[in-house]
């Protein structure tokens, strides 16, 4: 069993940074494939970005390549999402998630296990 909750939304320019973390508590969090996804109004929540257990193995939304970056470190029990080159689309409510599977954060995240509560992010123009 594990609890997610997000930190490092806010404000910011566009072109500019931010970094998003999600810390989980529990002893079982190496058990996990992490996801970051989000969701903006009106719109249905969209996958961002996935990493394994070990932190070996990472996917991203075409929209994000190139700017995003996801990372874990194991020993603190937190993910990480660096977000660069910000854009107003990419203003949202980001959520991270936590399953046994990979493939179901990468490909199904319907039926992902855990969900923090969120952290709102907004870029302006």
């Known amino acids: 069993q594990v609890q997610l909750v997000e930190s490092g939304g806010g404000l910011v320019q566009a072109g500019g940074s931010l970094r998003l973390s999600c810390a989980a508590s529990g002893r079982t969090f190496r058990n996990y494939a992490m996801g970051w996804f989000r969701q903006a109004p009106g719109k249905e929540r969209e996958f961002v970005a996935v990493?394994?257990?070990?932190?070996?193995?990472?996917d991203y939304a075409e929209s994000v390549k190139g700017r995003f970056t996801i990372s874990r470190d194991n020993a603190k029990n937190t993910v990480y999402l660096q977000m660069n080159s910000l854009k107003a689309e990419d203003t949202a409510v980001y959520y991270c998630?936590?399953?046994?599977?990979?493939?179901?954060?990468?490909?199904?995240?319907?039926?992902?296990?855990?969900w923090g509560q969120g952290t709102q992010v907004t870029v302006s123009s």
């Open positions: 998630a936590a399953d046994g599977s990979y493939y179901s954060v990468l490909r199904a995240p319907s039926v992902l296990s855990y």
């Open positions: 990493i394994s257990l070990s932190g070996s193995s990472t």
